[in-house]
């Protein structure tokens, strides 16, 4: 038995006794109910905010906002499909805040190297919590709420529970990592074809994981990659005509070449295969000849250094650091992670889904905010798509006997 044969994949399309077609599975369905749902939401958007909402620089503002968010759904994204669950992301996501401009203010040390010891930190972390599920069998749940309360009191115990910044005794942190012209300013704006080849990139990985995902006969094979392809050429000219290329930063940059590294690194590697497989069934994966306790441990690991990058951002966009900055991320990682259950998946995990639906719920809870909705609604709003989310995930992954 081998990895791919143990890692869940799209199921061709299922046949009757009979032998003929059946109807349109559960989870395709799940899927375009899922995306009609957000369409509706948007489209109710268009009518009832209009230009206040739909406009290319606030829209590419709120995800440049969000890119802490968003990292912190991938690497929650990427645990769960090994079947593994860190709560601790977002308390290691303001450790690694403090951590760099603590390392920088108060130690003296180069911006560069606070960033790769910020880093470090983030993986021995993420090692801690690994050695505590896979070592002393500690329920991960247990583990890294616990981790994470420990890492979240360093914090406080290190601040005195009061901001971290510059002073006028330190000086200005470096200018590439903060302030104007930084990679944190949305005002630094990446050259267009930059802009425009993520882009490309990006709709070719997406459209590349939808015709897996849900694939056609054989005979329909070649019209439907032509399909694809024009649609991708569509897509990235309407993205150049409409401007978006122009207001893209180095934090949209820097989201969409994680989300880049991670999905290639899960699609076409034997480690992103293993992931999938003990994810799918432990047991069987490790009968495969698959090392199950070095793959959890890696995924903590990963997490860990995931969650002090979004850390690092958190700085880059702030120039400060704050006990607790990161908390409320955390209920929208998971949310958007699930969110990928039911967009464009077929019940399973995945990168894009946890992108895209992790955007798509930014652009609903800001929509309200727009409107009127105040904004202390918003963690009621993720609280509930989550809740929606993994009833739904888990509904579909239900088998009749």
Partial sequence: MSIKELEPSAASPQKTAAGGRRGPTREGMSSVATVAAFGLVFLVYAFWLQGDFYDVTRLTFDVSRSTPQLVLAVAVAVCLCGGQFDLSVAAMATGGCFIALGLFLDAGLSMEIAVLLTVLTGAVAGLLNGILVTRFKVNAFIATLGTGGLFAGFTVVYSSGQVVGPTPDSGPLASWFSGAGSIGDFQNKVPIAIGLLMIAAVVAAMLISLDQRFPGPDSRRKPQIAVLAVAAAGIVGGAWALGIPDEFDWMIIIVFALGLLVWTGM?????????YAVGGNETAAAFAGIKTRRISLSLFVFS??????????????QGSASPGVADPLLLPAYAGAFLSTVILSRGRFHIWGTVAGSIALVYVTDGLVIGGVPYTWTQVINGVVLIVTVALSTFLQRRPA
């Fill in 304 to 317: 860990g250094v995931i969650a002090s990058i979004a850390g690092l951002l958190i700085a880059s966009q």
């Fill in 267 to 275: 699609k076409y590697t034997a480690v992103g295969h293993a992931i």
